[in-house]
């Protein structure tokens, strides 16, 4: 699980998330990937796309793993 940290943000979206960390190639396909229910946050399928992503919360897609820290 690698460390993303939200530099003083309160969030992320989700989608941007996996554009930032370069886990999809473009926002377009984190809508897709996540609208298909192949993105899971704590352990459950997110289909949010803007997803408000938090400090403490965990982030799994495509067999990598993300910790959001503060």
């Known amino acids: 699980m690698s460390p993303f940290s939200l530099q003083g943000r309160p969030y ?3 989608n941007n998330l ?3 960390e ?3 190639e ?3 396909v984190a809508k897709q990937v996540i609208s298909e229910g ?5 352990g459950q399928v ?3 796309k803007r997803c408000k992503i938090i400090a403490g919360q ?3 897609f ?4 993300i910790e959001i820290i503060a």
Not at 38 to 42: E, G, I, Q, S
């Open 26 to 28: 473009s926002g377009g």
């Open 46 to 48: 997110e289909l949010r």
């Open 38 to 42: 192949l993105v899971k946050v704590d």
């Open 18 to 20: 996996l554009k930032v």
């Open 12 to 14: 992320i979206t989700l």
């Open 58 to 60: 965990k982030i799994e």
């Open 22 to 24: 370069a886990l999809v």
């Open 62 to 65: 495509g067999g990598a793993g």
